[in-house]
């Protein structure tokens, strides 16, 4: 595994990065001990693979955080996904370093507990965002919407798109991924309860893998024929689909919907592949999470539901039951909005 990472110095103010309404600082050094930073706070955050944009963004997020509140970002990761345990190098790394916030999204909700908690227990405060792992690993989950919404806005799409009725697949990101099984269980309870002529077919994984996607999408349209739809709840599968559907002979025939980020779909909306997906704001989230992160260190909160802490420009949040915090709603993209957006 190449081991990957990139830190910055938050308090030090270098280029300006615009996301939505949330502004990125960073300059790349690779040199020094996570603890050498000209702020007091050493947060890592640790995506599920690097290169992905929607981390990009995500992590731009939690980085402007930092720089608020003052501290050290630093960002590692592994090249690719598919490894359930291959975050857990990083982990560790960044424990032995005595990091004081560990920030994460799972791969699988258990094969980095142990990492996590051997962390916790040598003082690092562990919160996952996006992907949870199991609750006893972490202290805090920040979670981007209702995995109940997330389902739901994506089944009422692809149900819109193909006149409620006919074959479906999901093209998913990791087998193990904590985040998008929670919500194709929630989407195959939701197709069973309201849409009766619509049958999931299959469900193939990515693994969060550009080329990986492509070819599963390929695949899906040779084993399914008379397939209507396809649901792709992960940014990297539904602009890999996206990619494959806009030269093939089912653009337009086949619907495509998920979760996407704009920037990577807008081009796949604009020439009729696409008609609407859906997301929320990954630069939020990850802001939150850093800020959630934080409190954490600071001893403001400990995870408890109905513990308050100030997000810097989100404002007051609190904990919920099973220690989560809750970002907001899914938001759905089409042709009238996502000129309004640039992530
Ligand atoms: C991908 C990742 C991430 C997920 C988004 C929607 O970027 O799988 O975990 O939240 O898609």
Redesign the pocket.
């Known amino acids: 595994m190449k081991f990957q990472t990139r830190r910055v110095v938050a308090m030090a103010a270098a280029s300006l990065v615009a996301t939505v309404g949330l502004a990125a600082c960073g300059s790349d050094d690779d040199g020094g001990s996570a603890s050498d930073g000209g702020g007091d706070l050493a947060i890592t955050f640790l995506p599920?693979n690097l290169g992905?944009p929607?981390?990009d963004t995500s992590n731009a997020g939690g980085e402007k955080a930092i720089e608020e509140f003052g501290g050290t970002y630093e960002e590692v990761g592994p090249d690719s996904?598919d490894d359930p345990a291959g975050q857990v190098p990083f982990i560790n790394t960044a424990a032995q370093q005595g990091v004081n916030g560990l920030v994460v999204?799972a791969n699988d909700p258990e094969a980095i507990c142990d990492a996590l908690n051997e962390a916790r227990d040598a003082g690092v405060k562990v919160v996952t965002f996006?992907?949870d792992t199991n609750p006893d690993c972490r202290d805090l989950f920040i979670n981007?919407a209702t995995a109940e919404g997330i389902a739901k806005a994506q089944v009422d799409l692809i149900a819109e798109q193909i006149g409620d009725k006919g074959e479906v697949a999901v093209l998913s990101?990791a087998a193990n991924?904590t985040?998008?099984n929670a919500w194709i269980e929630l989407m195959e309870a939701e197709l069973e309860a309201n849409h009766p002529d619509i049958e999931l077919v299959d469900v193939v994984y990515g693994n969060?893998d550009d080329q990986t996607s492509f070819d599963k999408t390929a695949a899906l349209l040779q084993s399914h024929p008379d397939l209507a739809g396809i649901i792709s709840?992960?940014?990297?599968?539904i602009s890999a689909a996206a990619r494959y559907l806009s030269t093939s002979k089912a653009k337009g025939k086949v619907a495509l919907t998920g979760?996407?980020t704009p920037n990577q779909m807008r081009e796949y909306v604009k020439d009729g592949t696409v008609t609407a997906f859906a997301?929320w704001n990954p630069a939020d989230l990850g802001y939150l999470a850093a800020y959630a992160t934080q409190a954490l260190i600071d001893g403001d909160i400990t995870g408890e539901a109905g513990d308050t802490f100030e997000a810097g420009d989100l404002g007051e949040y609190t904990v919920e039951d099973g220690g989560s915090v809750l970002l907001g709603d899914p938001f759905v993209f089409n042709a009238d909005n996502i000129d309004d957006f640039d992530f």
């Not at 709840?233 to 599968?237: A, C, D, E, W």
């Open positions: 599920k992905n929607y981390f996904g999204s996006d992907s981007q990101a991924a985040n998008q969060d709840p992960t940014t990297v599968g979760l996407g997301l």
